[in-house]
């Protein structure tokens, strides 16, 4: 990597300082320092970091610290009083001043016995044909707090720790990205120095006891920015203002990463498809919640896994596509899906035990087997997994829900929601929401969110039933009798039997309850 600043150069590849084209030699220690103090341009070194760093954590006099620093002025042809490159800031330490670019490595001018490499031949990050690669940079401070200055480089910091545990996603490590400080940093040097196809960062305002931090996603191929958010707290509230950043950025990623990533692949012709295109765009297909869409969705997912065998995440999705055909009785062959549901849900765990989508595929076939109590090791697996990963608490709640566990199944349904207010599920977690309510007795609220799942997006019948039995609960025959119609419209077929063959309440008193209430809408 390569540090522009005035006239100089500093090749940390090279491990040359050059003033154009001449080298202007530093000993050993001093290039040491210099790099750090670069590196960490326009924030504030310590005297602790520079020993850490530069001395690898040997204690030495203020004296040899003073004699580096020196040596380093001389050589950029500044002084301790002008100080036009490394500021003093007395009795904490030094920051370097000037504006710094950053460019990628030259290439390497070596001989390679054998064949050569094509020249447009890059290193890229292991399994990138597979997964996304992201760079999380350092967030600009505006403002100044001696308290709270730290949060530009803590919560980016954190965003790098909680995203690596998400397996689906290639995280550029924070020793990488945290070099680059410039406010204005160049999104295709981003791109080329880390092999990145999406940078988040961030701008952390600081006045008085206000602050506010506002975040971007930018695709490093288009240079388009995919997704942005601000939030402003008062700087009391930031630990937990903190948490809610680190959570809301998460569940964003998974939702427009994903989206974006599909976007991108139906440019292409779809022989030059790849599986994660394919996967991708099959995924497009399988949150509308309908049979064709699911069958376009299912024939996406079976060329992913034809085109990589060891594709976990294609093969979770082969489960859920199954899985929506058995629910929603799409074919009359209840039991093949039943079975492919659970086979891929297993081949996805083998191949990748890790991933908290395998381990929610896997949970969710228990539900077919009218079990769904069995799948609770796997969401908590799941949760555990990814802390963040909003449909591994929806599909906890509603095996709390069909438990009998309102109180359970609400704050479950509830985080969800929060994490992902965007979610492809929002239909169903807000019908979760109403059940919970229901099982409390509150049947005002249950039709309030009944009512709601149902007319969102991508509700199916079976979430218009809910809807129906939470208005006859609540007393209100007439929005009883509107759902009634409107299930019938779209499955003439429904009954009942089936509405428990979906959601197999383990709780007699609730399904009980929810039985009267079909029969006396029409069921």
């Known amino acids: 990597m390569i540090f522009v600043f005035e006239e100089f150069e500093l090749d940390l590849g090279c491990g040359e300082l050059r003033r154009g084209q ?6 050993p220690r001093a290039f040491s320092l210099l790099c750090l103090l670069v590196e960490n341009h326009g924030h504030l070194v310590t005297r602790d970091e520079m020993l850490e760093k530069a001395w690898d954590g040997r204690i030495v006099s203020d004296t040899a610290i003073s004699t580096a620093i020196k040596s380093v002025r001389k050589a950029l042809g500044d002084d301790g009083v002008s100080q036009k490159y490394i500021r003093t800031v007395r009795g904490r330490g030094f920051r370097f001043v000037p504006r710094v670019r ?4 030259r290439e390497p001018r070596v001989e390679i016995a054998g064949p050569a490499l094509a020249s447009d031949e890059k290193i890229v990050p292991p399994d990138a044909t597979h997964r996304p690669s992201i760079a ?10 001696e308290t709270y200055s730290a949060i530009a480089d803590a919560i980016p910091a ?12 290639w995280v550029v490590a924070r020793g990488s990205t945290f070099r680059f400080r410039d406010r204005d940093i160049d999104i295709d040097t981003v791109r080329d120095a880390l092999h990145a196809n999406y940078c988040l960062s961030g701008v952390v305002e600081i006045f008085g006891n206000r602050i506010a931090v506002a975040v971007e996603l930018v695709d490093t191929q288009s240079r388009m920015v995919i997704w942005s958010e601000r939030f402003p707290t008062r700087i009391d509230d930031i630990h937990e203002t903190r948490t809610s950043i680190v959570n809301h950025v998460i569940a964003a990623l998974e939702l427009h990463i994903p989206l974006n990533e599909a976007n991108k692949a139906r440019l292409n012709a779809p022989e030059d498809l790849d599986a994660w295109s394919e996967y991708h765009i099959g995924l497009q297909h399988m949150y509308r919640f309908n049979q064709h869409d699911n069958e376009i969705a299912d024939r996406h997912f079976e060329r992913a896994t034809s085109l990589d065998p060891r594709f976990a995440r294609a093969y979770a999705a082969r489960s859920f596509t199954s899985f929506q055909n058995a629910f929603l009785k799409y074919s009359p062959d209840t039991g093949l899906n039943r079975d492919r549901a659970r086979r891929f849900a ?3 765990v083998e191949l990748d035990p890790v991933d908290p989508f395998a381990n929610f595929n896997l949970a969710r076939t228990h539900w077919l087997d009218g079990n769904p109590d069995g799948g609770i090791e796997m969401l908590e697996r799941a949760i555990q997994l990814s802390p963040n990963f909003a449909q591994g608490f929806y599909a906890r709640a509603w095996t709390d829900v069909m438990a009998g566990r309102g109180a359970e199944s609400r704050s479950g349904i509830t985080t969800a929601i929060a994490l992902s207010p965007l979610d492809p599920f929002l239909y169903a977690m807000q019908s979760v929401l109403g059940l919970a309510h ?11 969110w009944a009512e709601k799942g149902a007319r969102a997006p991508g509700a199916h019948f079976l979430i218009g039933a809910i809807a129906m039995a939470a208005h006859q609960l609540n007393g209100d025959t007439r929005l009883a009798s509107y759902w009634r119609e409107n299930v019938r419209s779209r499955r003439n077929d429904v009954s009942a039997e089936h509405f428990f063959t979906a959601f197999p309440f383990s709780d007699d008193k609730v399904r009980r309850k929810l039985k009267k209430a079909l029969a006396e809408s029409g069921f």
């Open 22 to 27: 001449e080298e202007t030699p530093l000993e």
């Open 102 to 105: 950053i460019l990628p490595d």
């Open 136 to 145: 999380i940079l350092p967030f600009n401070l505006v403002g100044y707090s």
């Open 158 to 169: 954190e965003l790098i720790s909680s995203l690596s545990r998400l397996r689906w996603l």
């Open 346 to 348: 297993e081949k996805s």
């Open 438 to 448: 229901l099982l409390e007795g509150d049947y005002e609220n249950a039709a309030i």
